[in-house]
């Protein structure tokens, strides 16, 4: 049972690269969200989509761009990588209520 | 905005005594709330849970307390173990928005 797998787990990055996340899950569910997570800042909302074709702004959703093509996919990506978007990255999925969290992807802009 | 609170980074608590992690909210949309632990190079996982239509929730060692009027949750772990020791973070939705919104999380050091 894979749960929510994100990939890559770790990359690192030339500002002004670009680069895609991945998130797949295999649990049916129908919401899906990008959450970055900064010391002290907590988890704060990037993007997420409420289903299939959808996607809706966060908090923080300036830089990055995402596409849900498919229910099981949802990719986040950085069009122009810059050092504030150093972060760990975690994608979740979502009956609605309770979220099941990826494991993370450490990103490092230089 | 913060509309979900953690004002205690850090939390130190003695092997076998109680834990209580306080989480405050300003948003009174908010009808469910939810607690994650958060081990290091880990994601977070799903804790406990309470809905606005209740006060308490409880599930083995862990029981999340919710005050309405006060805007105010709070999870107790009794017994503490070290296993115990992590990141944890409140959150907080409005069903009907489907998103989570997230504190900043308080570390928790279980010590022997």
């Known amino acids: 049972n894979a749960g929510v797998t994100q990939t890559p787990k770790f990359r690192v990055l030339k500002t002004g690269q670009s680069m895609t996340l991945l998130c797949a899950q295999d649990?049916?569910?129908?919401?899906m969200y990008w959450y970055r997570q900064d010391p002290g800042m907590g988890l704060r909302l990037i993007h997420y989509s409420v289903g299939e074709g959808t996607t809706a702004k966060g908090e923080v959703p300036d830089g990055y761009n995402v596409s849900r093509l498919k229910k099981q996919n949802f990719l986040l990506g950085l069009e122009s990588a810059a050092p504030s978007q150093t972060s760990v990255y975690f994608c979740?999925?979502?009956?609605?209520?309770?979220?099941?969290f990826g494991q993370g992807t450490r990103l490092t802009v230089v | 905005d913060q509309q979900v609170k953690q004002n205690s980074p850090s939390l130190s608590v003695q092997e076998g005594r109680i834990s209580i992690l306080n989480c405050d909210y300003t948003?009174?949309?908010?009808?469910?709330f939810l607690w994650y632990k958060k081990y290091p190079a880990e994601g977070p996982t799903f804790l406990i849970s309470i809905s606005s239509i209740k006060d308490k929730n409880e599930d083995g060692r862990f029981t999340v307390f919710l005050n309405k009027s006060a805007k105010h949750l709070s999870l107790h772990i009794v017994p503490s173990q070290p296993g115990d020791s992590a990141v944890y973070f409140c959150a907080a939705s409005n069903q009907g928005a489907q998103k989570l919104v997230f504190g900043q999380g308080t570390r928790l050091t279980i010590n022997p």
């Open positions: 979740a999925s979502s009956t609605g209520t309770k979220a099941f």
């Open positions: 948003n009174s949309m908010f009808d469910y």
């Open positions: 649990m049916n569910h129908e919401y």
